[in-house]
Nanobody
Framework: QVQLVESGGGLVQAGGSLRLSCAASGRTFSKSALGWFRQAPGKEREFVAALTWSGSNTYYADSVKGRFTISRDNAKNTVYLQMNSLKPGDTAVYYC??????????????????WGQGTQVTISS
């Protein structure tokens, strides 16, 4: 029942910032653990960040720690990924995902049931 739609991607110079948004429909959003993943051409889908359903804990891949921040606004049914100090290596299609109601956070794509369509992020050097 959950539908996720990402937005906010684009082209930005190295060192710049972007904020990705993921708008959700479905009443399970507020009780679902959420995550962001990315996939570059020729590479496997990679974990980026995750948030518990309560919103009290966040988790990040080592490659983005200190640069990216995941957050959610249940009133707006939206999850965000604030990306700062962007690098060319961050170039990828970014996906938001939801595990399901009351599920624990996870870094594995296979644990997520609902996915957005993806938004392209391109970082120029």
């Amino acid at each position: 029942q959950v539908q996720l739609v990402e937005s906010g991607g684009g082209l930005v110079q190295a060192g710049g910032s972007l904020r990705l948004s993921c708008a959700a429909s479905g009443r399970t959003f507020s009780k679902s653990a959420l995550g962001w993943f990315r996939q570059a051409p020729g590479k496997e889908r990679e974990f980026v960040a995750a948030l518990t359903w309560s919103g009290s804990n966040t988790y990040y891949a080592d490659s983005v720690k200190g640069r990216f921040t995941i957050s959610r606004d249940n009133a707006k049914n939206t999850v965000y990924l604030q990306m700062n100090s962007l690098k060319p290596g961050d170039t990828a299609v970014y996906y938001c995902a939801a595990r399901g109601i009351y599920a624990s956070s996870s870094t594995y794509p296979s644990d997520y049931r609902y996915w957005g369509q993806g938004t392209q992020v391109t970082i120029s050097s």
